[in-house]
């Protein structure tokens, strides 16, 4: 007797992200491995890579894609309200993730998910003791929050007591995010790894 396997199917829910033009649609399963991060600005980089974050694109007022863990965080424009399509958009991503369900190609390219994974970003390597505490920081303290808030946050460099870092996803451009990085994050820094003076954000 001939048996058919069944998918458990998979529910999404949204989140409010601290940036306005963005919202966090979290799965009940993981999008993508541990690890590997993606940002798509748009549609082109998306089809080379992401059938998600491409069917994502197709609405209009999309302007960016990430994806991590069992999140994506969509971007939009000023053209139209959340109020008005979030609920619409959280049942598009999940009927797709339960009909085609395709995250990343098979046959996409590695240099395409290598350029997909440096706009989303990960960690500069370390040079010094001093790098490494710090990435070591941002992995126990800092990441776990903003990734809840739909973003991602990676060591660039560390130079004359200037510690860089990317901000990526839900924390790219928003106001709120500049507040955080200021008041807590830097103050976090200056604790907990000597010679830090001042955090800031580099863009990509």
């Known amino acids: 007797m001939q048996t058919t396997e069944t998918r458990t199917p998979i529910s999404v829910y949204v989140e409010a992200t601290p940036n306005p033009a963005t919202m966090r649609f979290v799965t009940s399963r993981a999008l993508v491995p541990e690890g590997r991060l993606m940002e798509f600005t748009d549609p082109e980089d998306a089809?080379?890579?992401?059938?998600?974050?491409?069917?994502v694109f197709n609405l209009p007022f999309v302007t960016g894609v990430f994806?991590?863990?069992?999140?994506l965080t969509v971007t939009k424009n000023d053209s139209i309200d959340w109020d008005m399509v979030q609920i619409e958009l959280r049942e598009y991503i999940q009927e797709y993730l339960n009909t085609d369900g395709r995250?990343?190609?098979?046959?996409?390219?590695?240099?395409?998910?290598?350029?997909?994974?440096?706009?989303?970003?990960?960690?500069?390597?370390p040079t010094s003791k001093d790098d490494e505490l710090i990435i070591s920081v941002l992995e126990e303290y800092v990441r776990p929050?903003?990734?809840?808030?739909?973003?991602?946050?990676?060591?660039?460099?560390?130079?004359?007591?200037?510690?860089?870092?990317?901000?990526?996803?839900?924390?790219?451009?928003?106001?709120?995010?500049?507040?955080?990085?200021?008041?807590?994050?830097?103050?976090?820094?200056k604790q907990m790894v000597p010679g830090v003076r001042e955090v800031v954000a580099e863009e990509l």
Not at 47 to 55: F, G, H, N, R, T
Not at 67 to 71: D, R
Not at 153 to 161: E, L, R, T
Not at 167 to 185: A, Q
């Open 145 to 189: 929050s903003v990734e809840g808030d739909g973003g991602h946050i990676s060591f660039k460099s560390f130079k004359d007591g200037i510690l860089a870092v990317t901000l990526r996803g839900s924390c790219s451009g928003c106001p709120s995010s500049m507040i955080t990085l200021k008041s807590g994050i830097e103050n976090l820094m």
């Open 103 to 125: 995250v990343v190609l098979a046959d996409a390219s590695a240099q395409s998910l290598a350029d997909a994974n440096e706009r989303a970003t990960s960690h500069a390597a």
């Open 47 to 55: 089809e080379a890579v992401s059938p998600l974050a491409a069917k």
């Open 67 to 71: 994806i991590s863990g069992n999140f």
